[in-house]
Structures are given as structure tokens and as C-alpha cells.
């Protein structure tokens, strides 16, 4: 006879010498092991134990977290904390002492550029006229090294842009011509 369990909570696979307790209430077996229901008892109090110190903590220290058990981080605030200012030191390491957050995005174009070439085109789609929807664009796509500056921008509605991302695709060659 196997005497193992899994539990359904952490889906570990356990020794079931005593560290397991069974659930009948829905007409099914359901195994909780020690550990997990330690942490549902914990929870009922208002408590949650943290993976990353080790500790039991108020639900208050710990992050929302919609697809968690429970609702809640598995890490308390400080622990999360602490874990984000090692990153921002390892990116300033890598960037610089001048790297507030996260490494710029490439081919983005700055808000003077962006205002400026909405200004020279009006608001309107620089192919069709549209005022509905319209975004700066990339003349080359950043993705072929074009740069966020003044000559390679252009003011195209969301159709047209669509339209012109399909065509760089297919001179790319990561898109294939439509058959008709």
C-alpha cells in the first residue's frame, strides 16, 4: 500500500505518517498536509507567514496579489522591498550612476519631438487625413535601428499604421504576403 500523500494546496508529495489531515466535506478526499494548514490557521488569525525571512507577519505587510491563495503576496513588503533596491543597485552597476528606474526603451521619441510632429501635421494621419486615433510612428522601425528623433517620425492613424507595420514585416520577411 503506498503511504504517500499529495497535498492539494502545495501539490507536494509527502510521507503521510501523521503529517496529513483529511478533508470530507465535499464527498471527496482531499489531502492537506501540516504545512498548509498550518498557514490556513495563521491566515484565520489575520497572519501569514513570509517565504523570503521566515517570519509570521500581519496581512497588512503583505502586497494584494489577485491570483495568489488567498489573495496576498508570498513575500512581505520589506522582503519585496529589499529584493527591488538590489535590482536598481545591479542596474546602476550596468547603466550608471544616472539610471533612475529601467533601462530607456530604444527608438522611443521624446516628448519634445512627439509634440513637435503632431504640431507640423495638425493631429491628422499624415497618409489619409484622419484625425481619429492618430499616433507618432517610426519612419524606419526602431527594430532596424531607427532612432526617436525629428526626421524619422511620422503622424499615421491607427488603420494606417496598421498598414505600414504590416508592410515592414513583410520587407523583414517575418510576415508573409497575403495570397488572393
Not at 12 to 31: I, P
Not at 53 to 63: I, M, N, P, S, Y
Not at 123 to 138: L, M, P, W
Request: one cysteine or more; glycine letters at 10%.
Amino acid at each position: 500500500m503506498d503511504t504517500s500523500l499529495t497535498c492539494c494546496v502545495c501539490r507536494v508529495t509527502k510521507a503521510a505518517e501523521g503529517n496529513f489531515e483529511l478533508s470530507y466535506q465535499y464527498g471527496t478526499d482531499v489531502s492537506i498536509c501540516e504545512d498548509c494548514l498550518e498557514q490556513a490557521r495563521l491566515f484565520a488569525q489575520g497572519l501569514k507567514w513570509c517565504f523570503e525571512c521566515d517570519t509570521v507577519k500581519t496581512l497588512g505587510e503583505f502586497r494584494r496579489a489577485r491570483g495568489l491563495p488567498g489573495g496576498r503576496s508570498l513575500k512581505c513588503r520589506d522582503c519585496i522591498n529589499k529584493r527591488d533596491r538590489e535590482r536598481r543597485a545591479r542596474y546602476r552597476e550596468m547603466f550608471g550612476p544616472s539610471f533612475k528606474h529601467r533601462p530607456p526603451r530604444r527608438g522611443n521619441f521624446p516628448p519634445a519631438v512627439r509634440k513637435r510632429l503632431l504640431g507640423a501635421s495638425g493631429g491628422c494621419c499624415q497618409r489619409c487625413g484622419s484625425t481619429k486615433e492618430v499616433a507618432v510612428d517610426h519612419i524606419v522601425p526602431a527594430a532596424l535601428g531607427g532612432e526617436g528623433v525629428l526626421g524619422n517620425g511620422q503622424v499615421l492613424c491607427v488603420d494606417c499604421h496598421r498598414e505600414k507595420t504590416y508592410a515592414d514585416l513583410i520587407a523583414m520577411g517575418l510576415a508573409h504576403p497575403e495570397r488572393t
